[in-house]
């Protein structure tokens, strides 16, 4: 089974704090996702990457920034986090073969609470 | 990029009853997976099908690319199947996945 996990199912931070959300996957994917989820405006994509050290912009990656020094770990990095950052984020990951977009699996979701 | 919709967004059922879930997709897509948010906020993954039928227990699925649709068929619902249900295409150009609104689907005992 595929397993893809998050560094904490629950977080709170101040205004102004550097946060860093840790997303690790044991398959082996290529690519690896993150999404944040508020209500009333579902599922949204903040970076993806389709490589090591490769990324690309989602459709909200303002106030943003990721890394992926590892195959199996990607981080999403909050520079300054801000209270219209809370939310709940999730992390996926999906195999690639010829650059085929295949099924995404998901972690447990971190809800990140900005004070 | 593609529009998903789901209908309906809301269903409330008594335990036993059955139901289908239905997304519409604006255009073409590689991939159509269903997943199921459950209490704590995981997606949980139910199928993969971009098209044909697709059953696991008392969930199955249809995909008809041709006309742009994706139905979820629950049958038989417990308590436990309560929940939000997402349906997410994977559009062409990128491979991004489009999510739906989803369906908040509530089974009563």
């Known amino acids: 089974d595929v397993k893809v996990t998050q560094s904490s199912r629950y977080l709170v931070k101040r205004t102004g704090e550097k946060v860093f959300l840790e997303c690790v996957q044991d398959?082996?994917?290529?690519?690896m996702f993150w999404y944040r989820q508020d209500p009333g405006l579902g599922l949204r994509l903040i970076y993806f990457?389709?490589?090591?050290?490769?990324?690309e912009k989602g459709d909200i990656p303002e106030g943003y920034s990721v890394s992926r020094e590892k195959k199996e770990r990607f981080s999403l990095i909050l520079e300054s986090a801000s209270t219209n950052q809370t939310s709940m984020y999730l992390c996926?990951?999906?195999?690639?073969?010829?650059?085929?977009?295949?099924?995404?699996?998901f972690g447990p979701g971190t809800r990140l609470t900005v004070t | 990029g593609i529009q998903v919709e789901q209908s309906p967004p809301d269903l409330i059922l008594q335990e036993g009853a059955n139901s289908t879930l239905r997304c519409n997709f604006s255009?073409?897509?590689?991939?159509l997976q269903w997943f199921h948010q459950n209490p704590w906020g995981q997606l949980i993954n139910l199928f993969y099908?971009?098209?044909g039928t697709k059953q696991n227990g008392r969930l199955s699925a249809t995909t008809v690319a041709t006309e742009r649709y994706s139905l979820l068929y629950i049958s038989s619902s417990q308590t436990t199947d309560s929940g939000v249900y997402f349906c997410?295409?994977?559009?062409?150009?990128?491979?991004?996945?489009?999510f739906g609104q989803g369906t908040e689907l509530s089974v009563k005992p």
């Open positions: 996926a990951s999906s195999s690639n073969p010829g650059r085929a977009y295949h099924e995404q699996y």
């Open positions: 990457s389709y490589d090591v050290k490769m990324k």
């Open positions: 398959m082996d994917h290529e690519n």
């Open positions: 997410a295409a994977h559009q062409h150009q990128g491979g991004k996945l489009i």
């Open positions: 099908i971009p098209s």
């Open positions: 255009d073409s897509v590689n991939n």
